[in-house]
């Protein structure tokens, strides 16, 4: 019965994808946990075809404040009668069976579906789905991918798991048959999507409080690699040997890129500018296509640059619009993003918080041009720290001072297991200069007490450590 009343409901918001003017504007959709960057993406999308929306979250941010600006009705907490007159309830993955509003819905028997099941059907509906997974870099490539298509006048819909000044947010409302959005391998997310074009950029360790290692992680990139169609592709880095092994298998048409090896899209003559972005030139299959500049620093935009050209050659895009669009493409927010200087001291923010990326961006940070490197670091969950220990201990070999603060617990409990000053001792025993504060106003006074013009100063995490850098500039 609940089956057969969410595929009605559906029904009814899949009339916004045929533009249907004459629709139930009544319905209303709420989430539980608004807040999020996807959320609020679904949020918006509903909001701009005239339904109801509400939502809450635990607290108030840019983002929900933009919801409330278009029409949404938030709420601060989750309270059970806040769904009492809703007609569908979506929520994420990180909300748990004890929580009041989902407790309220199922006993109003309201019907319940999570996120991605919710984006998955809203997918669905369009004949060129872009799905771009991997443990590293999906939002900077889709990104990428939604700028390139958006020159070309393709119209795409676009759901992207960070701010992008080009699209005016986080979602782009198009009209089109082409919808591009992350992919997110968590709690198994991807496999209820519906990709024409899966696009798999790297394969690595993460989220291990719900997988039981890389083999099981590679499981389920496989997979969501099966849920392409035969005539759909799969577009894979060959530079990533976790991925060839999900790739393994694959029933649709196959398209590598690479860095370092033999694939069908290969970047060559790497050069990096002052700041640390690179130029270089484009080979599909052997054959020259053509030589690009970009305006964002270090070798793996390199790769997820390589991936765009890939997945826009397969549309017919010119590589004129895709040399337009680079040069025109800064980053989305909390990726690399400089938040200014003060007192001739660079401030950037990065939302890296896995060793990989770590590693990545402190790389690209070393051609930034600099007198010393800080990094403020930010731990996500404390599962993710403790499992990933040892590679934490080692990611940070590029800085000259680096300071940890708290872990950010996100959706877990501190157990005990693992704290900030345990993983701070481990870094120092790479060598590395790095002291734990607690306080992001004593961090904040640190550094302007020691700092010195022409340093570099990165916060990083995927918590809430930007605010340091915030807290700095108004300093």
């Known amino acids: 019965m609940h089956f057969s009343i969410i595929i009605d409901l559906f029904k009814e918001v899949y009339t916004l994808i045929d533009f249907n003017i004459n629709r139930d504007k009544n319905l209303k959709v709420h989430f539980i946990g608004i807040g999020g960057i996807s959320m609020s993406g679904l949020a918006e ?6 339904y109801r929306v509400s939502g809450s979250d635990m607290r108030s941010s840019a983002i929900t404040d933009r919801l409330v600006s278009k029409g949404a009705k938030i709420y601060i907490g989750h309270r059970s009668e806040n769904v009492d007159d809703a007609d569908l309830i979506v929520y994420t993955a990180a909300v748990k069976d004890n929580n009041p509003e989902l407790i309220r819905a199922r006993e109003l028997k309201i019907p ?5 099941e919710f984006l998955g059907q809203i997918m669905k509906q369009y004949k060129y789905g872009i799905a771009v997974a991997g443990t590293h870099g999906k939002t900077t490539t889709t990104s990428l991918i939604s700028i390139i298509m958006t020159n070309a006048q393709l119209d795409p819909t676009v759901m992207v798991g960070g701010e992008l000044d080009a699209i005016g947010g986080n979602v782009r409302q198009g009209k089109s048959p082409y919808f591009i959005t992350e992919a997110c391998e968590y709690v198994g ?3 209820k999507l519906y990709p024409y074009i899966g696009i798999v950029l790297n394969v690595d360790a993460d989220h291990l409080d719900y997988y039981s290692g890389i083999e099981d992680i590679i499981k389920s990139f496989r997979k969501f690699i099966s849920l392409i169609p035969s005539d759909g592709y799969l577009i894979v880095s060959s530079d990533n040997a976790n991925a060839m092994k999900a790739a393994q298998g694959a029933n649709s048409n196959v398209i590598t890129f690479a860095l370092n090896e033999k694939a069908d899209w290969r970047a060559d003559n790497i050069s990096y500018d002052n700041e640390g972005c690179g130029k270089f030139d484009a080979y599909f299959r052997g054959k020259f296509f053509g ?3 970009l305006n964002i620093p270090g070798k793996h935009n390199i790769s997820n640059a390589l991936c765009a050209i890939a997945c826009a050659n397969i549309f017919g895009i010119g590589k004129d619009i895709i040399s337009k669009s680079f040069l025109n493409f800064y980053g989305t927010h909390r990726r690399f993003e400089k938040k200014g200087e003060v007192n001739g001291i660079t401030i950037i923010d990065d939302y890296a918080h ?3 990326e770590i590693k990545a961006t402190l790389a690209a940070a070393k051609n930034y041009p600099h007198n010393k490197l800080w990094c403020i670091f930010q731990p996500h969950t404390y599962s993710r720290t403790i499992k990933l220990l040892d590679q934490f201990s080692k990611a940070f070999g590029d800085v000259d001072k680096l300071i940890v603060t708290d872990i950010y617990a996100a959706r877990e409990k501190d ?5 900030s000053k345990t993983l701070s001792q481990k870094i120092s025993e790479q060598g590395v200069d790095v002291r734990y504060i607690s306080s992001f106003e004593a961090i904040s006074d640190y550094i302007k007490n020691n700092a010195s013009p022409k340093d570099v100063v990165i916060t990083m995490g995927a918590g809430d450590v930007y605010k340091i850098g915030d807290m700095l500039l108004k300093k």
């Open 189 to 191: 997310s991807f496999l």
């Open 45 to 50: 999308t509903l909001l701009y075809y005239g």
């Open 291 to 293: 030589t690009f500049k």
């Open 112 to 116: 319940v579906v999570d996120r991605a």
């Open 415 to 419: 157990t005990g297991e693992i704290n």
């Open 354 to 356: 896995h060793p990989t």
